[in-house]
Structures are given as structure tokens and as C-alpha cells.
């Protein structure tokens, strides 16, 4: 009887090697999944963000380039008048 208990022993801890095995295998890829979910997630956050910086330094540059444009007209105008002035 006891060898028998020994078989019966041996044969449930083999049978129960593939169930861990496969418990294991799935909270595995709930822990990818989740993983992959934070990083889509930080991913879309990043693309925002990026979208906002960008929207911004455009804006800033457009700003620039306004400002940079008055100040070349104003002294073309500057340097007419003064031409004129001048009889140049």
C-alpha cells in the first residue's frame, strides 16, 4: 500500500506540473498585458504632449517672424524717408 501511495503521489505532482505551468503562463501574459496597456497609454500622454509643444513653438516662431518682418519694413521705411530726405 505504501508504494502504491508513492505512485499516486508521483502521478498528481506530474499531472499538477502542467496546470502550474499554465497558471503561471497566463498571469504572465496579464502581466504583459498590462504592461503593454501603461505603455500605450504613456505612449498616447507622449503624442499629446508632443502635439502641444509643437502646436506652440510654431506659434512662437510665427510670432517671431511677425515681429522680425515689421521691424525690417519699418526701417525700409526709415531708410526711404531718410533717402528722401536727402534727395538720394
Given at each position: 500500500?505504501?508504494?502504491?501511495?508513492?505512485?499516486l503521489?508521483?502521478?498528481?505532482?506530474?499531472?499538477?506540473?502542467?496546470?502550474?505551468?499554465?497558471?503561471?503562463?497566463?498571469?504572465?501574459?496579464?502581466?504583459?498585458?498590462?504592461?503593454?496597456?501603461?505603455?500605450?497609454e504613456?505612449?498616447?500622454?507622449?503624442?499629446?504632449?508632443?502635439?502641444?509643444?509643437?502646436?506652440?513653438q510654431?506659434?512662437?516662431?510665427d510670432?517671431?517672424?511677425?515681429?522680425?518682418?515689421?521691424?525690417?519694413?519699418?526701417?525700409?521705411?526709415?531708410?526711404?524717408?531718410l533717402?528722401?530726405?536727402l534727395?538720394?
Open positions: 500500500m505504501t508504494t502504491l501511495k508513492f505512485v503521489l508521483i502521478i498528481l505532482a506530474l499531472a499538477t506540473v502542467p496546470a502550474g505551468n499554465w497558471i503561471g503562463g497566463m498571469l504572465e501574459q496579464q502581466r504583459v498585458e498590462s504592461a503593454f496597456k501603461e505603455l500605450r504613456q505612449e498616447a500622454k507622449d503624442t499629446a504632449y508632443l502635439a502641444g509643444f509643437q502646436a506652440a510654431e506659434a512662437e516662431r510670432r517671431f517672424n511677425r515681429l522680425n518682418e515689421a521691424r525690417v519694413q519699418a526701417a525700409l521705411k526709415a531708410n526711404a524717408e533717402a528722401a530726405e534727395g538720394l
